[in-house]
């Protein structure tokens, strides 16, 4: 199903830092609709260039296995291997029968030994190592720079013929031989000289690849993509986005000056929230993520959705739950089904879930409803960045579709397999754990409760809290002016914690 992606809704973006986790909430017309979550020991790897060497073949599988230096090797599926691999193997020291091998076939399969210069797409996943492609680009604020290739693309969401013919005429004369480029959104209307620049600095940074590649040797990281605020940044903040706020000052500092180089003009919008209530709670967005990671989600009309998730797919069920209706069955099935389609449609892109997704939708019997029903869902997941594939209603009253899975999904970034259950159940991480531990310490703070509080966790946390010289117990008594005890409770669930007040010895509650 080809779908047309339409105008872009009033976005607001809002990036929270704390000592576990930096946050990005992106807001269109006043509603959470994505998060993205950087952890400090689990840095965004999209974008990133690796020097690999392949260490097994499966040709079954038709994929090879590639050594980049992480602790799974890399999946690199024939698919994902370009025609100017012959080209990239040029930059490394390749012996000539190879580097003649690879010029005589399109798709050049690699042998094991063989060195390769690949770039991830997608995240490690579980027990799965990134997912690579040998076809390299190169991502800049109006372009994205293709070494290798003669293609000028332009955004399918540039609309304005006469501006599509303009850009793709630009790009053809600026960009030197040997090289693709495709036309981001966000240059129409711009004028050439900003164009040059951006095409610039693209080019400077191939140039520091190729100058890299000729002393590293495998496995060795060849280019570091920006951050994810960064990241989010340049591919997110166009003109349609009213403001962004950011409460921390060194990440307020870093956006500001990675806008002076990509987008000047777009610098006052961005504002520094300096209150002691948490910028998360003041927005209502803490609240959102909370229900996002639960496995329930109610509707307004009092209808709910689960969310299962397996090995192999994620199943969701739609329940009429407490809606009572005065209509016929069909009409009230209607109702709770385009209800739960346009939550479901949200729920994908803030919980970031992809792969094979089914939904079990309530039966009607009408086939226009079910027509209805199926325009209305995919209608919805047309602001959806992520590409999917949904295949009409079949006739048990069930979506299968497929959505493109970049990174984990919420629930895997902020939780962890459950020992007690053996896997089984998933619990809070530690780092996920110690965000709702300082988010707790800064309400605290801001209503001025109390300065000496106790602290209680379970032993394994208490571990995780006080290691280190700096321990995180440490700094977050000097980051908040807060004394805390730190008590050890084995009645305590891992992924749980109590704060009390050492003054008058009651549970705070937050």
């Not at 030197?176 to 610039?200: N, S």
């Not at 009409?331 to 389609?341: P, Q, V, W």
Request: hydrophobic letters at 35%.
């Amino acid at each position: 199903m080809a779908r047309k992606r339409p105008n872009s809704p009033v976005r607001e973006i809002y990036i929270n830092s704390t000592m576990a986790e930096t946050r990005i909430a992106l807001i269109e017309e006043g509603t959470l609709v994505e998060l993205f979550v950087e952890l400090p020991d689990n840095e965004r790897m999209v974008g990133d260039i690796h020097l690999g060497r392949v260490v097994n073949v499966v040709k079954g599988m038709r994929a090879a296995f590639i050594d980049i230096g992480q602790k799974q090797d890399a999946f690199l599926h024939f698919s994902d291997i370009g025609e100017n691999l012959a080209e990239y193997n040029a930059y490394i020291d390749l012996d000539s029968v190879r580097r003649d091998n690879a010029r005589r076939n399109k798709r050049p399969i690699p042998v094991e030994g063989q060195e390769i210069l690949v770039q991830i797409i997608k995240e490690p996943i579980s027990k799965k190592g990134s997912r690579i492609t040998t076809e390299i680009s190169i991502p800049g604020r109006f372009f994205v720079l293709v070494p290798n290739s003669d293609m000028i693309g332009v955004s399918k969401k540039v609309v304005s013929v006469a501006e599509k013919r303009r850009l793709k005429h630009l790009g053809r004369s600026i960009c030197p031989k040997g090289f693709g480029l495709i036309i981001r959104t966000v240059a129409a209307g711009k004028d050439e000289a900003l164009l040059r620049q951006d095409l610039a600095n693209l080019l400077k940074t191939w140039r520091q690849i190729e100058k890299k590649l000729k002393t590293l040797r495998p496995p060795s990281l060849v280019f570091k993509d920006v951050g994810m605020a960064s990241s989010v940044i340049r591919d997110l903040f166009t003109n349609d986005v009213k403001r962004v706020v950011v409460d921390s000052q060194k990440q307020y500092k870093e956006t500001v000056r990675y806008l002076r180089d990509i987008a000047p003009q777009l610098i006052n919008r961005v504002e520094l929230y300096k209150e002691q209530k948490p910028l998360f709670d003041v927005f209502g967005i803490e609240s959102e993520i909370e229900k996002s990671l639960s496995r329930k989600v109610w509707t307004r009309s009092g209808g709910y959705i689960l969310f299962d998730h397996t090995e192999a797919l994620v199943a969701i069920d739609v329940n009429s739950g407490k809606f009572i209706g005065r209509g016929t069955h069909d009409e009230n099935s209607l109702r709770i089904n385009l209800e739960a389609g346009r939550e479901i449609a949200r729920q994908l892109r803030l919980r970031d879930i992809g792969g094979i997704i089914v939904i079990d939708f309530i039966d009607m019997i009408d086939p226009a409803n079910r027509k209805k029903l199926y325009t209305e869902f995919t209608k919805e997941l047309e602001n959806d960045r992520a590409q999917s594939s949904v295949s009409p209603i079949s006739e048990f009253g069930l979506i299968e579709m497929t959505r493109e899975r970049i990174r984990p999904s919420l629930m895997h970034t902020y939780s962890e397999p459950c020992p007690a259950c053996h896997g089984s159940g998933r619990i809070y991480s530690k780092n996920t754990l110690l965000t709702q531990i300082e988010r707790s310490l800064s309400r605290i703070k801001a209503e001025d409760k109390d300065r000496s509080i106790k602290l209680v966790v379970n032993p394994d946390v208490s571990i995780y809290l006080n290691s280190g010289l700096r321990s995180h117990i440490r700094r977050l008594m000097w980051k908040y002016w807060i004394k805390i005890e730190l008590v050890q409770d084995e009645d305590c669930a891992l992924d749980d914690f109590t704060i009390y007040s050492k003054k008058s010895g009651k549970t705070i509650d937050l």
